[in-house]
């Protein structure tokens, strides 16, 4: 199984930073890696898949980099709606996995 | 506008069934790999299960494997969830989603279903 460590584990900034969120996994996943944003009482939504691709909807001030094991989330410019948890997720090998989820706070 | 509906939690005894259905829209349903991920109250998410568009190939976690059963019907644009023995660690929101898996992308959430299993 492959394991995703995000980090930091909290984040705490305040509006108008910019965040940048870690995510390692245990064996490469080539590009297979995605980012989700989720707010309290919500559902997950999708930010960034294979790595650096951003989905539809999704504002530029979101950006994802890396390859392999080593991927980054950045967020320039906060804003008081971008503070949330986030995961990120394989998808290049059974079972898929999810982070543990770096929660950004102001 | 892609949508994704849940229905069927709610409370069942330990060692109860429930059924938990998808109704899916605004995209070519039997394009895509499907999947349930669930959330335990408070904690992350955990990948349940994933059937690939056609349903000729499903995977599970270890953790439901033998217990749950995904299907789809792609005349109905449904996605199902049969959960049999059911434990209290199976609490959780259940989530219909598009996270990817036998070569479809990442896309869409549903809202979540929840299913409480206790006496």
């Known amino acids: 199984e492959i394991v995703l460590t995000q980090s930091p584990a909290t984040l705490s900034l305040s509006p108008g930073e910019r965040a940048t969120l870690s995510c390692r996994a245990s064996q490469s996943v080539t590009n297979y890696l995605a980012w989700y944003q989720q707010k309290p009482g919500q559902a997950p939504r999708l930010l960034i898949y294979?790595?650096?691709n951003r989905a539809t909807g999704i504002p530029a001030k979101f950006s994802g980099s890396g390859s392999g094991t080593d991927f980054t989330l950045t967020i320039s410019s906060l804003e008081p709606e971008d503070f949330a948890v986030y995961y990120c997720?394989?998808?290049?090998?059974?079972?898929?996995?999810f982070g543990q989820g770096t929660r950004l706070e102001i | 506008e892609v949508q994704l509906v849940e229905s069927g939690g709610g409370l069942v005894q330990p060692g109860g069934s429930l059924r938990l259905s998808c109704a899916a829209s605004g995209f070519t349903f039997s394009n895509y790999a499907m999947s349930w991920v669930r959330q335990a109250p408070g904690k992350g998410l955990e990948w349940v299960s994933t059937?690939?568009?056609?349903?000729?190939?499903?995977n599970y976690a270890d953790s439901v494997k033998g217990r749950f059963t995904i299907s789809r019907d792609n005349s109905k644009n449904t996605l199902y969830l049969q959960m049999d023995s059911l434990r209290a660690g199976d609490t959780a929101v259940h989530y219909c989603?598009?996270?990817?898996?036998?070569?479809?992308?990442?896309?869409?959430w549903g809202l979540g279903t929840l299913v409480t299993v206790s006496s």
């Open positions: 997720q394989q998808r290049s090998t059974w079972p898929l996995t």
């Open positions: 059937i690939s568009g056609s349903g000729d190939w499903t």
């Open positions: 294979d790595a650096s």
């Open positions: 989603a598009q996270i990817g898996g036998y070569g479809s992308p990442p896309g869409s």
